[in-house]
């Protein structure tokens, strides 16, 4: 199976940026569409950016025009970029993978499902 880890989580002042890397070990990367997801202070995981197996990509409403995410096939990476964080982007920040279509809501961030896979979490703490 599958299994994820990220990094690239740490502090940043507010207005800068950071790259949150989810690597992927198994072979079957490349049959999984991949998404990265934050942590609500209830404990909720809301959708930020994902790339489906299709390269369908859904970018939170919230999030369009300060995030970017990319897979790196040759690399076995997902990779999102944030720009222009605010204190309100603290969070830990949480990889996924499934073999279907992730599928969840681009304007609340809500998942229609619970995805399979799940790397451990990175946190990004953004300092006013």
């Known amino acids: 199976k599958v299994q994820l880890a990220e990094s690239g989580g740490g502090s940043v002042q507010a207005g800068g940026s950071l790259t949150l890397t989810c690597t992927v070990s198994g072979y079957a990367y490349r049959r999984y569409s991949m998404g990265w997801f934050r942590q609500t202070p209830d404990k909720q995981r809301l959708g930020v950016a994902s790339?489906?197996?299709?390269?369908?990509?859904t970018i939170a409403d919230s999030h369009k025009g300060r995030v970017t995410v990319f897979r790196n096939n040759a690399k076995d990476t997902l990779t999102l970029q944030m720009n222009s964080l605010t204190p309100e982007d603290s969070t830990t920040y949480f990889c996924a993978a499934d073999p279907r279509p992730m599928n969840w809501e681009p304007n609340t961030g809500r998942m229609q499902r619970i995805l399979d896979v799940w790397g451990q979490g990175t946190l990004v703490t953004v300092s006013s």
């Open positions: 790339i489906d197996l299709d390269g369908h990509t």
